[in-house]
């Protein structure tokens, strides 16, 4: 699979724009009794428990919460969120551990705000690789500046290695004095020295696209939808391959009915003998046999 430079800078990038966060805005939607923000309706913050274990918590959970109620920002004002997150704190946490997390949620709101800024810094170098190294220096810079050395492990080595990876396989890539076998050769070489866990983690991020790619070939070499649904149970398993499956049906009805509607649409602008206010009123009810409400509302983009 080919990893090309102008791909992945952008990622990189948008990983520093959407610190922007930080500008508060007034709130925009009314509130339920009881929830904070509208988004967060039936949610909750991802693996984190409702009570600490043994008084504490880890940076990784603290950050997990952090940045579950910083994604409000716009329904609720920046200050509205301090107040809750420090609230939450309060609620699972007490003593030193309380005190200890509240510096680190105010440190990581520095953090953010200085990336956002970092954003809008222009790139030195006019090289693409030259350009990421520039920025993920930059990164390590700010967060040195707000976290530990033990902090900015815990947070950014699983990350910080996957940038590196990317730029490596960039590397290869882009080099004129080696075959493509040895480039493939390289860059299997690069995964195989991946750390276990991150492997794993890089593996599952990439499966969706070597799978797209796997199915491709196989609807190109002519492969039956028997033949297709295996490749998927072998690749992402039963139950996946399964909810795919259900994704090509609605997909495939959902064209059955557009073209069917495009075909009546057309006879219908032909159609000499019907006035104006006749093709509109045969328009609406040919669209309301065809389509659900939430399916006329996507009619919008083919009109």
């Given at each position: 699979m080919r990893l090309q430079g102008k791909l992945w800078l952008p990622l990189l990038l948008a990983a520093l724009a959407?610190?922007?966060?930080?500008?508060s805005h007034p709130a925009?939607?009314?509130?339920?009794?009881?929830?904070?923000a509208p988004s967060l309706r039936q949610t909750a913050v991802d693996g984190l428990p409702a009570a600490a274990?043994?008084?504490k918590m880890d940076v990784l959970q603290l950050k997990a919460l952090f940045d579950y109620y910083l994604a409000t920002q716009g329904e609720r004002t920046l200050p509205e969120i301090r107040q809750e997150v420090e609230r939450q704190l309060a609620a699972r946490l007490s003593g030193q551990p309380l005190q200890d997390a509240v510096d680190f949620f105010h440190r990581y709101l520095a953090y953010l705000g200085?990336?956002?800024?970092?954003g809008k810094v222009r790139p030195?170098?006019?090289?693409v690789v030259l350009q990421m190294r520039e920025r993920l220096q930059l990164l390590r810079q700010l967060r040195a500046r707000h976290f530990s050395p033990q902090e900015v492990r815990q947070l950014f080595a699983q990350t910080d290695a996957m940038d590196e990876l990317i730029l490596q396989r960039m590397d290869i890539q882009r080099r004129q004095n080696i075959s493509a076998t040895e480039k493939q050769r390289l860059l299997?070489?690069?995964?195989q020295n991946l750390p276990p866990e991150q492997r794993a983690a890089r593996q599952q991020a990439t499966q969706h696209v070597v799978l797209a790619e796997a199915e491709q070939q196989l609807r190109q070499q002519g492969g039956?939808?028997?033949?297709?649904?295996?490749?998927?149970?072998?690749?992402?398993?039963?139950?996946?391959?399964?909810?795919?499956?259900?994704?090509?049906?609605?997909?495939a009805a959902w064209q059955g009915k557009l073209q069917q509607w495009q075909q009546q649409r057309e006879q219908l602008g032909k159609d000499s003998s019907l006035s104006e206010l006749q093709r509109q009123?045969?328009?609406?009810?040919?669209?309301?046999?065809l389509f659900s409400e939430n399916e006329r509302k996507r009619l919008i983009a083919y009109q």
């Open positions: 959407a610190a922007y966060w930080w500008q925009t939607q009314p509130l339920e009794e009881g929830v904070f274990a043994d008084g200085e990336l956002g800024a970092a030195v170098s006019a090289d299997a070489e690069l995964e039956t939808p028997e033949q297709l649904q295996a490749l998927r149970t072998s690749m992402v398993g039963a139950e996946a391959a399964q909810r795919l499956a259900a994704v090509d049906a609605e997909a009123q045969a328009l609406q009810t040919l669209e309301q046999q």
